[in-house]
């Protein structure tokens, strides 16, 4: 074991989690990593659920804390693992809510069109047929590398499949995207 301290950022990135101050470090891990991993999670499937699966995330850290080995993945992408294996439950839902957004829009007028374009809301439910029609596989890789900020190396430990994978699916995902984007 290091000799840092348990909340040093060395330590923090990939920590014995079976040590001796285990409800001291999680505080600490769930002060650094709460934030974004809502963040991510909220853009993915919404505040309400976000909120949920942040708690459920950290729940199941704590109760599986001695099954996370630091040699193999940092805590971060161990933790993004976990709320993505949780994600999962609710693709179901999530691709059926996308699938409904994707009805078409009755905005007809020029100002209708201008604002349609400049709305981020309107951009995102042009894609969400698109997003939707992802393998999940493919879309868990997108959105933790476009919406979480991961790296492609973190989205392979979060995923557990090797970083060769991350990159060839995040390859097909951009040229899938690129062909269904809609043309402005």
Same mark, same amino acid.
């Given at each position: 074991?290091?000799?840092?301290?348990?909340?040093?950022?060395?330590?923090?990135?990939?920590?014995?989690? &079976?040590? /001796?101050? /285990?409800?001291?470090?999680?505080?600490?891990?769930?002060?650094?990593? @709460?934030?974004?991993?809502?963040?991510?999670?909220?853009?993915?499937?919404?505040? @309400?659920?976000?909120?949920?699966?942040?708690?459920?995330?950290?729940?199941?850290?704590?109760?599986?804390?001695?099954?996370?080995? /630091?040699?193999?993945?940092?805590?971060?992408?161990?933790?993004?693992?976990?709320?993505?294996?949780?994600?999962?439950?609710?693709?179901?839902?999530?691709?059926?809510?996308?699938?409904?957004?994707?009805?078409?829009?009755?905005?007809?007028?020029?100002?209708?069109?201008?604002?349609?374009?400049?709305?981020?809301? &309107?951009?995102?439910?042009?894609?969400?047929?698109?997003?939707?029609?992802?393998?999940?596989?493919?879309?868990?890789?997108?959105?933790?590398? @476009?919406?979480?900020?991961? &790296?492609?190396?973190?989205?392979?430990?979060?995923?557990?499949?090797?970083?060769? &994978?991350?990159?060839?699916?995040?390859?097909?995902?951009?040229?899938?995207?690129?062909?269904? @984007?809609?043309?402005?």
């Amino acid at each position: 074991m290091t000799d840092e301290p348990a909340d040093s950022p060395v330590r923090l990135d990939r920590p014995d989690l &079976t040590g /001796p101050e /285990p409800g001291r470090l999680f505080g600490l891990l769930f002060d650094r990593h @709460a934030a974004p991993l809502r963040h991510y999670l909220v853009r993915r499937i919404g505040e @309400a659920v976000a909120d949920d699966l942040v708690s459920e995330t950290f729940l199941i850290a704590w109760h599986q804390r001695h099954r996370y080995d /630091p040699l193999r993945a940092a805590v971060r992408s161990w933790l993004y693992g976990i709320a993505t294996n949780l994600l999962r439950r609710h693709v179901r839902d999530q691709v059926r809510a996308l699938r409904a957004q994707q009805a078409p829009d009755s905005v007809d007028s020029h100002a209708g069109r201008v604002a349609e374009r400049v709305d981020a809301q &309107t951009a995102a439910r042009q894609l969400a047929g698109p997003l939707a029609a992802l393998a999940p596989g493919d879309r868990d890789v997108l959105l933790l590398i @476009a919406w979480a900020g991961l &790296t492609t190396n973190e989205a392979a430990e979060a995923l557990d499949i090797p970083v060769g &994978t991350v990159r060839s699916r995040l390859h097909r995902v951009r040229r899938h995207l690129r062909k269904e @984007a809609p043309r402005g």
